[in-house]
C-alpha cells in the first residue's frame, strides 16, 4: 500500500483526530507539518483551496475535511472495523455526532482555546455559552456509556475528543463532568492514542 500523506499541524484538533485514527488503525502515513505559511503557498492551495488543514493525500486523491477524511479512511481501509458501524440507528448516532463536533464543539470549547491560545478573533462570551449549554449535556449522555455510539469507540468519540479534552486550555474547566472525564480517559488508553502537545493557560485568562 503506497503511504498517505497528511498534512497538519500538531496543535489542530481537526489534524489530531485523523491522526488518531491513522494510527489507531495502524496505516502508514507521512506527516507533513503544514503551519500558516504553507497554507497560503500555491502549492498547498492547490490541495486545498480555502488553505485548511487538514488535508490528506491518498496516492492522486486529495481529501479535506477531517470528518469527512475519517470516513474515508475507514471505508477504505477497515470496512469492517467498529470505527464506523453499518446499522442503520448506529450509523446516524455516529453522524449525529459528527455533526456535534462540527457545530457545538467548534463553536463551543475549540472556539475559546482558539481565543484564549492563539488570540483568534472569535466570540469568546459566545463559545462559553454554547460550551456550557452542550457538555452538561455531553456529560449526562456519557453517565451510563463508555463511549458514545456503541460499546466500542467509533470515529464519532474521535470527531469530539481532542477539542472537549483540551477544553481547559480555553479556559474551561472539566471537574464538574466526571463522565466526561472517564471517557477521555478510556480514548487515551486505546491503543495508538497520542495526545496533543499541552498548552498552558496564559495569565491574563485567569479568571476570563
Same mark, same amino acid.
Given at each position: 500500500?503506497?503511504?498517505?500523506?497528511?498534512?497538519?499541524? +500538531?496543535? &489542530?484538533?481537526?489534524?489530531?483526530?485523523?491522526?488518531?485514527?491513522?494510527?489507531?488503525?495502524?496505516? @502508514?502515513?507521512?506527516? $507533513? @507539518?503544514?503551519?500558516?505559511?504553507?497554507?497560503?503557498?500555491? #502549492?498547498?492551495?492547490?490541495?486545498? +483551496?480555502?488553505?485548511?488543514?487538514?488535508?490528506?493525500?491518498?496516492?492522486?486523491?486529495?481529501?479535506?475535511?477531517?470528518?469527512?477524511?475519517?470516513?474515508?479512511?475507514?471505508?477504505?481501509?477497515? +470496512?469492517?472495523?467498529?470505527?464506523?458501524?453499518?446499522?442503520?440507528?448506529?450509523?446516524?448516532?455516529?453522524?449525529?455526532?459528527?455533526?456535534?463536533?462540527?457545530?457545538?464543539?467548534?463553536?463551543?470549547?475549540? &472556539?475559546?482555546?482558539?481565543?484564549?491560545?492563539?488570540?483568534? @478573533? #472569535?466570540?469568546?462570551?459566545?463559545?462559553?455559552?454554547?460550551?456550557?449549554?452542550?457538555?452538561?449535556?455531553?456529560?449526562?449522555?456519557?453517565?451510563?456509556?463508555?463511549?458514545?455510539?456503541?460499546?466500542?469507540?467509533?470515529?464519532?468519540?474521535?470527531? $469530539?475528543? &481532542?477539542?472537549?479534552?483540551?477544553?481547559?486550555?480555553?479556559?474551561? &474547566?472539566?471537574?464538574?463532568?466526571?463522565?466526561?472525564?472517564?471517557w477521555i480517559k478510556r480514548?487515551?488508553?486505546?491503543?495508538?492514542?497520542? @495526545?496533543?502537545?499541552?498548552? +498552558?493557560?496564559?495569565a491574563q485568562a485567569e479568571?476570563?
Amino acid at each position: 500500500m503506497q503511504t498517505l500523506k497528511l498534512y497538519g499541524i +500538531p496543535v &489542530s484538533g481537526h489534524s489530531h483526530r485523523v491522526e488518531l485514527l491513522l494510527k489507531m488503525l495502524n496505516l @502508514p502515513y507521512e506527516y $507533513c @507539518p503544514a503551519p500558516a505559511t504553507v497554507r497560503s503557498s500555491k #502549492e498547498f492551495l492547490r490541495l486545498n +483551496p480555502l488553505g485548511q488543514i487538514p488535508v490528506l493525500l491518498d496516492d492522486e486523491l486529495i481529501l479535506t475535511d477531517s470528518n469527512a477524511i475519517m470516513i474515508y479512511l475507514v471505508k477504505r481501509y477497515a +470496512p469492517d472495523s467498529h470505527w464506523l458501524p453499518e446499522a442503520p440507528l448506529a450509523s446516524a448516532q455516529v453522524q449525529t455526532w459528527l455533526s456535534k463536533a462540527s457545530g457545538e464543539i467548534r463553536y463551543g470549547p475549540a &472556539s475559546c482555546r482558539m481565543v484564549v491560545q492563539f488570540s483568534v @478573533p #472569535e466570540d469568546y462570551q459566545s463559545a462559553l455559552a454554547i460550551s456550557a449549554r452542550f457538555l452538561p449535556k455531553m456529560e449526562q449522555h456519557l453517565a451510563e456509556r463508555e463511549f458514545l455510539v456503541t460499546p466500542q469507540p467509533t470515529i464519532a468519540d474521535l470527531a $469530539c475528543f &481532542s477539542y472537549v479534552s483540551a477544553a481547559p486550555e480555553g479556559g474551561i &474547566s472539566l471537574e464538574p463532568f466526571p463522565a466526561i472525564k472517564r471517557w477521555i480517559k478510556r480514548i487515551e488508553a486505546l491503543p495508538g492514542f497520542f @495526545p496533543m502537545p499541552v498548552l +498552558p493557560l496564559p495569565a491574563q485568562a485567569e479568571g476570563r
